[in-house]
């Protein structure tokens, strides 16, 4: 499975960005997926995850009610992020997981985020 993320960018405290995680080589229908960041000098964390079959999600604490993962049938999934603050500001990875434990199993190229305030 060959993962890449796009879409990070400089915004505002209180804006919005939508990341994009396009795959290759797999069909992510088949995959529990999941968005991680890493900040800077922190190690790498949960941010949300989408099953495969049911599309059934999980957020960390301090994304719920202002993110929300998804997936298409392009292959891809997404993480709308709304109401951003200076402390998402992190590289976002999509990866391939495994469920409850969001062990990756696959990581894509990243993209970053900056959020000023």
């Known amino acids: 499975v060959q993962l890449q993320a796009s879409g990070g960018g400089l915004v505002q405290a209180g804006g919005s960005l939508r990341l994009s995680c396009a795959a290759s080589g797999s069909d992510l229908d088949f995959y529990n997926m999941a968005w991680l960041r890493q900040a800077p000098g922190k190690e790498h964390e949960f941010v949300a995850a989408i099953s495969w079959g049911t599309d059934t999600t999980s957020y960390a604490d301090s994304v719920k009610g202002r993110f929300t993962i998804s997936r298409d049938a392009k292959n891809a999934i997404y993480l709308q992020m709304n109401s951003l603050k200076p402390e998402d500001t992190a590289v976002y990875y999509c990866?391939?997981?495994?469920?409850?434990?969001?062990?990756?199993?696959?990581w894509g190229q990243g993209t970053l985020v900056t959020v000023s305030s």
């Open positions: 990866a391939v997981v495994q469920w409850s434990t969001w062990d990756a199993l696959y």
